[in-house]
C-alpha cells in the first residue's frame, strides 16, 4: 500500500478516523493536507506527522473546499488522493430532528463530501488520475433508529461515490467508499445526554458480531489500500469495516 510521492487531502483529520487516516497514508509515504473546524487538534496532528500542512475551515463552505484544492496545487502542484472524513452526527429520530440540524449535518456529511469531490477532480485529471475515498457507514445500507438524519446523509454518500465512479471511471479516477460499523472514537460518544458508561460501552460492543469496538487504525488501513494503486481495479466499492454487522 504504498502511497510514496502521492499528495493527499484529508477532511476531517483532527481527530478519530480522519486523524489515523492521515498518519497511515503519511507513514506509506504521502504528503498530507489536514484539513478541518478544529485548529487545535489539526495542528497538534499535523505536528505529530511533522511532513503534513493544516489548513483550517469548514468543508460545508464551497469557497473553502475550492480555496483547499487550488493551494494544495499551488504549493504541491498536484492532488492525488482525496479522502472526505470529515462528519458529524444528530442522535434523535426524525419527529425531533430541528431544521438547523437536519441542515447542518447535510451541509457537512453529503456538501462537504460533494464540493470537495468537485473540487478535486479537475485536480486530479490535470495530474492523469487520482483515488478519492469517501466515508459512508453501515447506516447508509440499514436503517438506524434514533439516528435518521445522519442515516440519510450516508446513504446520499453511498449514492454519490457509484454516481462519480462510473462518470470518471475511464479517466482514471476512482470513487469508493469506507463504511465503518461501531468504531471507538470520539463521535460514537458524542451527541449524547451523557457520556456512556463502560457497561454501555460493552453493550455497543457485544452488538457486534466480533464482539469488540474497532479501532480507527483498523478502518484507516482500509483507507489507505483504496487509496494506493493497489486497489487500481476498484471504483464504485461500498467496503465495510463491521466486523461482519451487515453480513447479518
Excluded at 35 to 51: K, L, P, Q
Excluded at 239 to 245: F, L, P, Q, T
Amino acid at each position: 500500500m504504498d502511497v510514496t510521492g502521492k499528495v493527499a487531502i484529508v477532511t476531517g483529520a483532527a481527530s478519530g478516523m480522519g486523524a489515523a487516516t492521515a498518519r497511515a497514508l503519511a507513514r506509506r509515504g504521502a504528503t498530507v493536507v489536514i484539513v478541518d473546524r478544529n485548529a487545535e487538534g489539526a495542528g497538534a496532528i499535523a505536528h505529530e506527522i511533522e511532513t503534513a500542512t493544516p489548513v483550517v475551515g469548514d468543508v460545508a463552505s464551497s469557497a473553502f473546499c475550492d480555496g483547499v484544492v487550488a493551494d494544495t496545487m499551488e504549493t504541491h502542484g498536484r492532488l492525488d488522493v482525496l479522502v472526505n472524513a470529515a462528519g458529524v452526527i444528530v442522535r434523535a429520530p426524525a419527529h425531533v430532528t430541528s431544521d438547523d440540524e437536519w441542515r447542518r449535518i447535510f451541509s457537512v456529511n453529503v456538501d462537504g463530501v460533494f464540493y470537495m469531490s468537485r473540487a478535486a477532480v479537475p485536480a486530479m485529471l490535470e495530474g492523469g488520475g487520482g483515488a478519492i475515498v469517501n466515508f459512508g457507514s453501515i447506516w447508509g445500507d440499514v436503517g438506524s433508529g434514533g439516528h435518521a438524519a445522519y442515516a440519510a446523509t450516508k446513504g446520499a454518500v453511498h449514492q454519490l461515490t457509484r454516481s462519480m465512479a462510473l462518470q470518471h471511471a475511464r479517466e482514471g479516477i476512482r470513487v469508493n467508499a469506507v463504511c465503518p460499523g461501531e468504531i471507538d472514537t470520539p463521535m460514537l460518544v458524542s451527541e449524547r445526554p451523557a457520556p456512556p458508561t463502560p457497561d454501555e460501552l460493552e453493550a455497543i460492543a457485544e452488538s457486534v458480531p466480533m464482539g469488540r469496538l474497532g479501532r480507527p487504525d483498523e478502518v484507516a488501513a482500509v483507507v489507505a489500500f483504496l487509496a494506493s494503486d493497489e486497489a487500481s481495479y476498484m471504483t464504485g466499492a461500498l467496503v465495510a469495516v463491521d466486523a461482519g454487522y451487515l453480513a447479518r
